[in-house]
């Protein structure tokens, strides 16, 4: 650090001193560059082994289990994904940076429906029949179809920075999966709770499979409604209330009519027999006709029906309804059987007549109610949704497009009853309504419920499943803690399992049924033979082998049918456990599951019922679900708004790290929203902590462990900043043990803006820059970095992945990687809540002061505040509690005059003393001349004749390290 006497003659005092500030040197660069630096380090890592070398580093220590949910192997990702995933992640880098052996599995669905849909897409395309195809051939179409996809996914995943053993990864559809799965049914079949039976399931025409719940989605539909008459045939009451009368029902599905057999009434509801006196415009009753309502539903019925005067004949409770029969209204076209009236808990008066028309066959409490009275299932509508052959009227015709006819049909019978004067019969009235209906979430097409033969796992009964389920929830955990109410609602309220789907891509439900009696085989010999061909050949072996290799030489194949459905993918996915978990390094039961809110209905509830039903505990201890991702106005993403963010996308434009801090930063409790705006936002964000990082790095430039002070002999300041590390690091270890990760990684964001870079950092650049380096006070602030500069790199590290690791690599060197060390373990003695009191007290006055600053900025008195000097009143309890504060080094300012006012009450905490408010801060210009190396105003500064322009610490400082001299030859 010296220059010639020459140089010196043609330099300014700054210019000679400017080499002498001890100004932050780092490699790590400002820009990130991450879209072409990330794929580097990807490269990297793989070219390391660092996956190896974390899994190795996993042996030997507590095991934490987060067990993958499945996605399915159909299309890119999409944000919803990106989002779990990254999740994920967060919290299994966190564990094993928390000291836990983390091994990570990912998974893939890789059967069922969407995948078939596909497959039949280019079939369509070129005019090629599916069911033309040897089903072994569209079995093989569908596996190369899942597994193209599955490779893509996989390395989507990666590039999202997601570490897991992806080279073990499982899908549904390896062979010794579909054998795992084969077996969990068999587990079902030998317990006793699997049964066929015949039920309504949800079944989607387009698709003509039954389908689950979590395989629905509901959106609006416009349906036709109608008011039908029931001419009562029977009537139990003792004054013939009902003589002449039509019972009248109000429907939403004017297509389930041929499949009516009984009305259901409400016990306690109370109904009235209304004669229609007057009619208006567009009315089909005439006035004469008896009809029956629910009394709260009479001024709703009229308005609907056109019936414009009318009285009441008689009011009877619902219970007097016991015992009446009505004819259908097409009696004497194919419907010749009586329809009784029937007591339902479930009838209400809150739309329509207060009076339900029952079709077992295509509802859940039609068919219940039905079955209870012993009324007949009719099989009316088949596969396609079509109208069967014997339909009389209706054949052939499909459901969805049957309301015209059925309403024009209906219309017909009431002319004839008007014009024959017979009690009144057919349709009533029509309308329309907007309302929330099920779709089939793959072919977006409505679906109907369905009376068919179904494999079912049955919930009640001796040693009830939904009971033990519901038990074995009482053990979990949930976050967000209300999401457990959700669940076992369904749990309590579901109905059995229908596992079984009419499809070809999937594990098939490996079962034998006895023609003789219908009963299904129980054989444990058999179901291990099966399990045993899927393990060599995969589901396939059902299709390719004769029965016989199944039954064993001691049955007769001709005795027996065999099963051809496939079994749910929820079940499928629900079984995962039983080939991923209970493995070394991969704990049963997991640790935890963390999907989607949907997943209640779906996996959640599929893995815990199949665990439970198999082995009596859930398959988890803890569930963590997250929302759904929505754009910046809160809509769901579709092409058609041309609102949808790719993860894909964001990679090649921000980077992927910029992504992931988005999904910690965001509450994903609750639903997300992205948009350019929002990732603007984040990379602005993201810009802040690497900058912190960088200014770390850099004030750290040379320091080894040398110029480390012992905590006992920090200056507070320093020590408040460990003690905020210890609560931060106190949050981060909660998170680790709770799985409450939201507003984590803000907090740490705050601390890096708020305590540091716009506190802490500002005070101490002055020492870092112009101390000396054997300044206790700039040696005190580089040991408070260095353990920052620990903490921040570690503690982001499961978050930034790319940005940690350039971060630590930059400092430590590139044969250590970040993620290989462990998050910093701070002593105890670091928190001092006392501490954090007194500076949260002193930090105030602080504002007081720069807010006094800045208005003397504003009027142009000073420009910097190094450029100002502040006189600060205190009471005598304020001095003696700010006792030892260096007030121009927190406020950076070139002097304080402290000054006490002793008459004064305080103005800055709460004080006893009596006495007028003391005054606020003043500020002024600044006695002295500028330093030209520090800045600061001081009268000291060019005293020194050999160090002109520089203050007394400068001129020490610059000496010390045999700087330039001004005023001498050859310094």
Not at 63 to 84: C, E, K, Q, R, S
Not at 191 to 210: D, F, H, I, Q
Not at 252 to 266: C, E, K, M, S, V
Not at 825 to 843: Q, Y
Request: charged residues 25%; aromatic residues 10%; proline residues 6%.
């Amino acid at each position: 650090m010296t220059t010639s006497s020459s140089d010196q003659d043609t330099q300014s005092p700054a210019d000679l001193y400017r080499d002498t500030v001890f100004l932050p040197r780092t490699s790590f660069p400002m820009r990130g560059g991450l879209p072409k630096q990330e794929p580097q380090w990807l490269k990297k890592w793989e070219e390391t082994g660092l996956d190896a070398r974390l899994k190795q580093q996993a042996e030997g220590r507590p095991v934490f289990t987060l067990h993958d949910g499945p996605p399915y192997a159909n299309g890119h990702l999409h944000i919803g994904h990106a989002m779990n995933k990254i999740n994920k992640d967060v919290i299994n880098r966190a564990h094993r940076m928390s000291g836990y052996g983390v091994r990570y599995v990912p998974g893939w669905d890789c059967h069922g429906l969407p995948i078939e849909w596909k497959v039949e897409e280019k079939y369509r395309k070129v005019k090629k029949d599916k069911d033309s195809v040897p089903v072994l051939e569209f079995r093989a179409e569908c596996r190369a179809y899942a597994g193209e996809w599955l490779n893509i996914q996989m390395q989507e995943f990666k590039r999202l920075g997601v570490q897991a053993e992806w080279q073990n990864r499982y899908a549904t559809m390896d062979f010794s999966s579909e054998a795992a799965i084969v077996n969990e049914i068999g587990k079902f079949l030998l317990n006793g709770r699997l049964y066929r039976g015949l039920r309504p399931v949800m079944w989607s025409p387009v698709e003509k499979t039954a389908l689950a719940e979590a395989e629905i989605e509901y959106h609006d539909h416009t349906s036709t409604t109608i008011l039908v008459a029931f001419p009562v045939v029977r009537d139990p009451t003792p004054a013939h209330a009902l003589e002449d009368v039509s019972v009248v029902i109000w429907t939403t599905t004017p297509w389930t009519i041929p499949g009516n057999r009984a009305l259901a009434y409400g016990p306690e509801i109370t109904y009235v027999v209304l004669r229609v006196d007057e009619t208006g415009e567009g009315a089909l009753l005439e006035p004469g006709a008896k009809v029956l309502v629910a009394e709260a539903l009479v001024d709703a019925f009229c308005q609907e029906a056109h019936v414009t005067a009318h009285h009441i004949l008689y009011t009877l409770p619902g219970s007097a309804l016991k015992g009446a029969v009505c004819s259908h209204p097409l009696r004497g076209a194919g419907y010749d059987f009586d329809v009784p009236m029937l007591p339902g808990e479930f009838v209400t008066t809150e739309a329509g007549t207060g009076l339900v028309h029952m079709a077992p066959s295509h509802g859940e409490d039609d068919f219940q109610l039905c079955r209870m009275y012993g009324v007949e299932v009719p099989e009316v509508v088949q596969a396609d949704g079509t109208y069967a052959p014997w339909v009389s009227g209706f054949a052939g015709t499909h459901v969805f497009k049957a309301a015209d006819v059925v309403c024009s049909t209906l219309e017909a019978v009431m002319e004839h009853a008007n014009a024959n004067g017979t009690a009144p019969a057919g349709l009533v009235g029509r309308g329309e309504i907007v309302h929330s209906y099920p779709h089939s979430w793959r072919s977006r097409a409505p679906v109907i419920y369905r009376a068919t033969p179904q494999w079912f796992i049955r919930m009640d009964g001796e040693d009830s499943l939904r009971e033990k389920a519901l038990k074995a929830l009482e053990d979990v955990t949930f976050v967000p803690a209300q999401a457990r109410n959700r669940l076992t609602s369904m749990i309590r309220t579901r109905p059995d399992w229908c596992i079984s789907r009419q499809r070809a891509w999937g594990v098939p439900i490996a079962v034998f049924v006895e023609k003789r009696t219908g009963e299904v085989l129980r054989d444990a010999d058999v179901m291990q033979r099966v399990v045993d061909a899927f393990k060599e050949e995969g589901a396939d072996a059902w299709y390719s082998s004769e029965p016989a290799r199944f039954l064993g030489p001691d049955r007769n194949p001709d005795d027996y049918d065999q099963v051809f459905d496939i079994v749910d993918v929820w079940f499928e996915s629900g079984s995962t456990h039983a080939f991923v978990l209970g493995q070394p390094g991969l704990s049963f039961p997991a640790d935890l599951y963390l999907e989607g809110s949907d997943q209640h209905r779906g996996w959640f509830q599929s893995s815990l019922l199949e665990s439970v039903g198999t082995r009596g505990v859930s398959p988890y201890k803890a569930v963590v679900t997250n929302g759904f991702v929505l754009d910046e106005q809160g809509r769901k993403m579709s092409k058609s708004l041309g609102n949808v963010i790719a993860p894909q996308d964001v990679n090649d434009s921000l980077g992927a790290d910029v992504l992931r801090l988005w999904v910690v930063n965001s509450d994903t409790n609750d639903d997300l929203r992205i948009g350019k705006e929002i990732l603007k936002q984040q990379g602005e964000l993201y810009r802040r902590l690497r900058n912190t990082l960088r200014w770390l790095l850099g004030a750290l430039d040379g320091y080894t462990e040398a110029e480390a002070v012992p905590y006992a002999e920090l200056p507070e300041l320093e020590r408040w900043v460990l003690h905020r590390l210890t609560e931060l690091g106190g949050l981060i270890a909660r998170a680790v043990e709770t799985h409450e990760w939201v507003g984590v990684y803000p907090a740490l964001h705050g601390f890096c803006t708020t305590d540091l870079s716009a506190f802490y950092f500002d005070i101490r650049k002055d020492a870092l820059y112009c101390d000396a380096p054997s300044n206790p006070t700039r040696r005190a602030a580089r040991t408070v970095l260095d353990i920052l500069q620990r903490c921040l790199t570690t503690w982001l590290a499961p978050v930034l992945v790319f940005t940690a690791e350039e971060a630590w690599t930059s400092r430590f060197g590139a044969d250590q990687s970040v993620h290989e060390q462990a998050f910093p373990e701070l002593p105890a003695e670091w928190n001092d809540p006392a501490l954090d009191e007194r500076w949260a007290r002193i930090r105030s006055v602080r504002r007081i002061i720069t807010t006094e600053i800045e208005g003397a900025r504003r009027e142009g008195t000073i420009g910097s505040s190094l450029q100002a000097q502040v006189e600060l009143t205190f009471s005598e309890e304020e001095a003696a509690l700010f006792a030892g504060v260096n007030w121009s080094e927190l406020a950076i300012v070139s002097h304080v005059d402290v000054v006490v006012d002793p008459t004064s009450s305080s103005i800055y905490v709460e004080g006893d003393e009596g006495g007028t408010l003391h005054g606020a801060p003043v500020v002024q210009v600044a006695d002295g001349e500028k330093c030209v190396r520090c800045w600061k105003v001081l009268p000291e500064t060019g005293t020194r004749d050999d160090y002109a322009g520089l203050c007394l610490r400068c001129a020490d400082v610059v000496e010390q390290q045999g700087g330039p001299r001004t005023g001498q030859e050859g310094a």
